[in-house]
């Protein structure tokens, strides 16, 4: 029995293939089933970066959006300075979507700070 082995797959294009074992024993592509012989594969699906598509401030408020993908959800966090000691704060949780889709998001900035820091993590 194989273990499945989580890793983390790089940004590009990927395709997983998989070859069964048969209750024979032989693997589905042996070559003695000639042109049978077969190696399922999956659909090209290609990991990217998350981006910020576009921002824009009205007054104190900032509206950014970013491309979310179905089945992912995504927490929004900020903060009003890169300096460790200061935590994470969550803005707001993005639940997953039925369908790739712009997610926009409204940060309504009631803080004294002139700026604020903001990322999107994949939970």
Known sequence: MNIP?????????HQVDV???LDSGLYQDDPMFGTNAV???TPVFLIERL???SEKMS???MHFDFPGHAGESYTVQY???LDAAQVWATLTNVPAQPADAMQLITDVNTS???????????P
């Not at 082995?5 to 294009?13: D, Q, T």
């Open 5 to 13: 082995i989580a890793m983390r797959l790089n940004y590009g294009p």
């Open 19 to 21: 070859v069964g074992k």
């Open 39 to 41: 190696i399922s594969s």
């Open 51 to 53: 981006r910020i598509a």
């Open 59 to 61: 007054g104190t408020d």
């Open 79 to 81: 903060r009003d300075t």
């Open 112 to 122: 004294s700070s002139p700026t604020r820091f903001y990322r999107v993590r994949v």
